[in-house]
């Protein structure tokens, strides 16, 4: 069965540092979706890709993330620098083109000491 | 306030109880609602749709009430295997628009 797939699964890092992390969809899946979801918390949108385009990136915090989708197919969310309230779990999600199911990617776990 | 509201419980129950979760969504013009199911420290999971008429996969039934915008989750015959967090989804759009998650209720099935 094809997934979505996240890497790094578990990352550490000490604040003001830049960390990175990439998504591959599943395969066909035009939109691209990230989300930040805080222990206790549903997990909420920070940006939206149709293809290489962003959809939706009200909820990014720009000042230090940043998301490319350049060829339209994988895509990496950077945080430059690291904040401890950055400390979450990131999924990455996709979806065809007008379909309503999103698949959800294992996550990355960030830790900011 | 937030979009999607739910009792974050937990909740506690014995191996076949009947158990229901509720939720409120604010925003009328949502169009399409979930469940999904995430176990701990996993990606959230599609359990079901929720659809008007209401709609039944096995055990699970799920119930919208557009005029006071709520979505129930009805578990009927619990098992261990249902421990988990399960959250409430709106989705503004038919298709294609970023889910709202409500922040989750956490139901612990015992033996």
């Known amino acids: 069965e094809a997934e979505v797939a996240q890497s790094p699964r578990y990352k550490i890092t000490e604040k003001s540092q830049a960390v990175a992390f990439w998504c591959d969809p599943i395969?066909?899946?035009?939109?691209l979706y990230w989300y930040r979801q805080i222990l206790g918390q549903g997990p909420e949108l920070l940006v939206q890709?149709?293809?290489?385009?962003?959809?939706?990136d009200s909820q990014l915090p720009k000042d230090r993330f940043s998301a490319e989708r350049l060829k339209g197919v994988d895509s990496t969310l950077k945080i430059q620098p690291a904040e401890l309230g950055d400390s979450a779990m990131y999924l990455c999600?996709?979806?065809?083109?007008?379909?309503?199911?999103?698949?959800f990617g294992p996550g990355t776990r960030l830790t900011v000491l | 306030r937030k979009e999607v509201e739910q009792d974050p419980g937990p909740f506690n129950v014995p191996e076949g109880a009947t158990v229901a979760f509720n939720c409120t969504y604010s925003?009328?013009?949502?169009?399409?609602f979930f469940w999904y199911r995430q176990d701990c420290r996993k990606e959230p999971k599609l359990l079901m749709s929720?659809?008007?008429s209401g709609n039944e996969d096995g055990r699970f039934t799920a119930q919208l009430n557009r005029a006071s915008q709520y979505i129930s989750l009805l578990i009927r015959d619990s098992k261990l295997s249902d421990s988990a967090t399960y959250l409430c989804?709106?989705?503004?759009?038919?298709?294609?628009?970023?889910?709202?998650f409500g922040k989750g209720t956490s139901l612990l099935v015992t033996p």
């Open positions: 999600a996709s979806s065809l083109v007008g379909d309503n199911e999103q698949f």
């Open positions: 890709f149709q293809d290489e385009s962003v959809v939706d």
């Open positions: 989804v709106v989705n503004m759009r038919n298709s294609g628009y970023a889910l709202n």
């Open positions: 929720v659809y008007s």
């Open positions: 395969s066909g899946h035009a939109t």
């Open positions: 925003n009328s013009a949502s169009q399409s």
